[in-house]
């Protein structure tokens, strides 16, 4: 690696466009975003930066939005708890199959990943809706079992716009990105450890629960903070699953935005958001740092 | 079905066991399910678009020949092309920067660089929002293509770091002996880098800039704080769409887009395969 002394107007001429493109079109936006977190509308159109705290004081303590931030992070727990039990067998599974079988079953969990967001939580309208293929099914089921005859005709559940939606939309979402940390340090694993402990007495649930599960944390907490990130912060899922009943902080900010016009606090929850996914990543950094230290 | 019954082998052979085999099934069934529905009802002849009616593709020509739509489209096509070529060769000069040279607070620099790939989508689709809201030289009303450059704009800051990344990887198996060696021989340094590293880290480029093209054809969240009435884009259209109905016309259009991006993405996997290294 060359010191950029030594060929300083090759260093400049790689350096200077993205930094340039990164310090326009991305920081300076973020630095306004960050000022009018502390500034006041000071008529419909014009908003002044003052240096108040008074709308991270309305985030945190108005009881209304109080209630979507909690509601964003336990839907968000919740859902992250639901993608883990189903993606670990998955990864399981995948560490274990032949080289082939592997392949083609990586390939499926990534796919997901390059198909639109958007036409991904479109496809769950088209299942969850009153007359959707959910409750196509359960009324099919009723009505070959006769069961409208007993209970009168069949009543189709109400399964979208609301917090059940959301959480199902979220799983559905992020579940692949679940699998490939996963995968990655069951791949990891010395499978000769299992042995030894299947070897020396221990059970099928005993091994997996103080042996499996112990050697693949790093995976696991890789996986969890992966996807929790990008779900405490989505917007489309609530906003097409959950409509007014499941609002996340996601839809709250965008409203500021788009129709409230109250940039300064849209800007304050987008920062407060902002916050809490640097600290995750912290987390993250500092967890992976002691794993490392106890390594050496 | 002689797998389900076939004897569960050693006591490591978890994936001959048939109950976690039928297990992961039925996840990649709920997984698939959906989307496969999507395009299959996208043929549908039901304007319900609940019941099977019969074969037809009279939707992709209503949604072809949906003016707003089809504009969309082409907005999508013109951003994505023009972000695609910016994004790469700012993002392979950044990927270079990071490969080739030592530099104070070269870390921060990193941390920096991967910045928009790990901010909240929602908080830098405000922030596109704020910033093109105060900036003037971005206006809305300038003839087409020139009023989408502030979409344009934002999705190169949110693609070429993914393109630096990839092209870093890429790079990172580069042996420099060959470029001693080419410069030994007396090539210029402009020389040995279009012959002699420009060749190997191509397949890295390539794939790089398909990612942008997907990243950008396919992003929602950004677009929409930034695009103004008269700038659609396809997956903002769609999304109009969405709220107002379900119906079999906005099946063909994500079609159509899911199409378009699984062949991108599996031409990029291709390239970057381990086979084709060389």
Redesign the interface.
Known sequence: MDHWRDHKLAFWVFAIPGTAWLVVFFLAPLAIVWALSFGENISITQTRVTGTLENYGRALLTPVYLQVIWKSVWLSALATAGCLLIAYPVAFLISFVGARWKMILLAAIILPFWINLLIRTYALIAVFRTRGFVNFGLEWVYETLFLDRLFGPFQPLELLYNNFAVGAGLIYVFMPFMVLPLYASIERLDKSLLEASLDLGAGQFTTFWRVTVPLTMPGIVSGIILVFIPMLGSFLIPDLLGGTNAQMIGNVIERQFKSANDYPFGAALSFLLMYATFAALALRAYAAGRRSAAQV | MGWLRAPAGG?????RRWW??A??GL??L??????V??VV?SFNDSK???VWRGFTTKYYWKAWNNDSLFEAFTNSLMIAGVSTAIST???T??A??L?????PLKSAYEG??A??I??????????????FS?VTGFPTDWPWPFNLSAIT??H???S?PFV?VVVRARLIGFNRELEEASRDLGAS?WQTFWNVIFPYMRPGVVAGALLAF?LSL?D??VTF?TSGPDTLTF?VK??SM??FS?TPE?NAA?TV??AI??AL?VLA?RLQSPARVG
Request: a positive charge; aromatic letters at 18%.
């Open positions: 006591p490591l052979d978890y994936h976690l085999r297990y992961v996840v990649f709920l997984l698939y399910a959906p989307i529905t999507l009802f319900r678009n609940i060769v700012i993002g000069m950044v270079m920067l490969w080739r040279f030592r530099f920096l660089v910045l928009p790990v901010v909240p989508e929602i908080c830098m689709g405000v922030a596109m929002l704020a910033f105060r704009a934002a190169i800051a949110f070429f630096a340094e997907t396919d929602f969240v704080f997956p769609v999304y969405v709220r379900v906005v994500s887009l899911i991006t699984i993405t996997m």
